[in-house]
């Protein structure tokens, strides 16, 4: 059974990036997972909340090693210059149609992790154990660990010895990140609907004017951070979205924030989103609103915390490649969750995505921080890593650190 070529590979990826989904509707994405799978002799199950793929292969008596990889795309509109840019368009969970992109490379994920689950197939001589393959949906919406997981994923399949996984990003490809302890932040999403009174644009003193009433709360929010976390404390709150009105001269009678929030620390997580809350209230009362705001928290990610002695195994196994640490990372994963419900220590690494010549001449942190800022990263619609050496690199990742925890046979 041959592994995939490096062209097989770019194949895959590109197939994948023209055709995205978004999350609990990957599909295409699963069937073509399953698929591949099943013809290397995995024993796969489908379905597994709601559009997961997991895949088991049994080499005998030993630990097992989950690997994962997130499957869904983002509603956003391609921008990249790529012959295999996305075209493709989907239905959100509001009911809207949007465009769908691989905006944060969940399709290098999914590849990576096709080209690692080959490859260990056919190199079932050289450990022994058992591959657990979790291909998730839904990582976007916060959502898609934490369904497999109640759809009894380790009630079905067992509890993994230890949780792998990588994450592409915008750092030179060839080079992994890998920072032990709090590695990503949590994530919390809000929705805000402030309820106004709605009149003709020409007599706002009949009005209650929830656009002004959203944009006083908008520059309020900004000062949670600015004001309220200490300069020793992380912590980062974004409104993201504001939906109001209709027309120029029409004044709505509700406007529509989203919210997104970031931290390390449960107390100050509780503390910002407190400070949300009252901030919210606040604004709305001093608006004269008819009614009060309503706040729903609709998605959270929990920190994922890679455990210092089960990095410090799993980077033994990178030790011929250029490994840095990143530090913490205020971008979010629901891989944590995996970890967390399988009692299971988790080792979650950046993979290098980004065209190494664009930091030749960066020679200090902060001109590499510079770089960074200036090309472009996930969720930007013009987020394209290169294929080459990305994909090759983010394959034997994922075997080496699968080798890392399966005893030789």
Known sequence: ???????????IYRDLHAHPELGFQERRTAGIVAERLASWRYEVTSGIGGTGVVAVLD?????????RADMDGLPVLEQTEADYASRARGVDREGNDVPVMHACGHDVHVTCLLGAAARLASERDGYAGRLMLV????EELGAGARAMVEDGLFDRFGKPDVVLGQHVAPIPAGLLGLHAGPAMAASDSLTVTLHGSGGHGSRPETTVDPIVMAAATILRLQTIVSRETAGTET????VGMVHAGSAGNVIPDRAELRVNVRSFEPAVRERTLAAIHRIVNAEAEASGAPRPPEIEHTDHFPVVVNDPDATARTLGA????????????????DVGVLATESGAPCVFWLLGGAAPDAFAGATTEDEL?????SIPSNHSPSYLPVVTPTLATGVEALVRA????????
């Not at 059974?1 to 194949?11: G, T």
């Not at 912590?235 to 974004?238: H, M």
């Not at 921080?369 to 800022?373: A, D, G, L, S, Y």
């Open 1 to 11: 059974m041959p592994a995939l070529s490096e062209s097989d590979l770019i194949v």
């Open 59 to 67: 080499n005998g008596p030993g630990p097992t090693a989950l690997l």
């Open 135 to 138: 291909f998730q949906p839904a």
């Open 235 to 238: 912590a980062v709150v974004t």
């Open 318 to 333: 990178f030790t011929d490649w250029l490994v840095i640490d990143p530090g913490v990372v205020t971008g979010s994963e």
């Open 369 to 373: 921080r510079e770089v960074v800022r």
């Open 402 to 409: 699968a080798h890392a925890w399966l005893p030789l046979s």
